[in-house]
């Protein structure tokens, strides 16, 4: 087994560990699990010779993954506020890979309307303190959710659950009702999140290079 295969084998297996512990209301097992699963996740892209700021992504989530093992306001913010320099460092890696899309006008115009529509619901409900960084926050959010189109479907799909995972999270800082058990769709949609924007982001920047690969290998078959 390659190293990245090993590594991705570990993720795998680490993220069924904390979503089956979730699951069972086994704390102690999901509070060892999660603060692994975004190292793991970055050690397969430095495996897979990805670039760092993919790497410095996911581990400004890793931080808020730890902090948000803490049930506090001050841990939440500055969780917060790690997840918030992930969302710049995928924004800036979607600028460098990406490329327009189809309809991407219509799709930007849809999350806009979900953006408006969460805040103006949640408002009203959101502890006072949290109202300003909650809504700077989703705007980031969305642009990165949206910006993820940018690599194709896989990146997109990342980007559209780690919107609805976060929107989970608010729902509950809302004190709205959610689907239980809320911490495991929560989780899921977030490791699902994070491993398709890696996805999207390695198969983006590797294309190129096949394609220069490719160009370089027909030249020299060609006859001079």
Do not use: N
């Amino acid at each position: 087994m390659t190293l990245p295969r090993a590594l991705r084998t570990g993720f795998l297996v680490v993220c069924a560990v904390d979503l089956g512990a979730l699951l069972a209301g086994w704390d102690a097992a999901h509070t060892v699990a999660k603060p692994l699963l975004m190292p793991l996740l970055a050690a397969y892209v430095v495996a897979c010779h990805g670039p760092r700021l993919l790497c410095a992504a996911l581990l400004s989530g890793w931080g808020g993954d730890v902090l948000l093992l803490f049930d506090r306001d001050a841990a939440f913010l500055a969780g917060m506020g790690c997840f918030a320099a992930g969302h710049v460092c995928y924004l800036v890696l979607f600028k460098r890979y990406g490329r327009p899309r189809a309809r991407g006008g219509l799709l930007g115009a849809g999350y806009a309307v979900a953006l408006v529509a969460m805040i103006a619901a949640l408002w009203p409900d959101l502890p006072a303190g949290m109202r300003g960084p909650v809504a700077a926050y989703s705007v980031l959010l969305t642009a990165m959710a949206y910006g993820a189109s940018r690599l194709g479907p896989v990146a997109g799909v990342g980007g559209a659950l780690f919107l609805l995972s976060d929107s989970l999270i608010a729902l509950g800082v809302a004190d709205w009702p959610r689907l239980p058990p809320a911490d495991f769709w929560i989780m899921l949609t977030y490791v699902a999140a994070q491993y398709l924007l890696a996805r999207g982001v390695l198969g983006e920047r590797a294309e190129p290079a096949a394609a220069y690969r490719e160009k370089r290998a027909e030249t020299r078959r060609t006859p001079h």
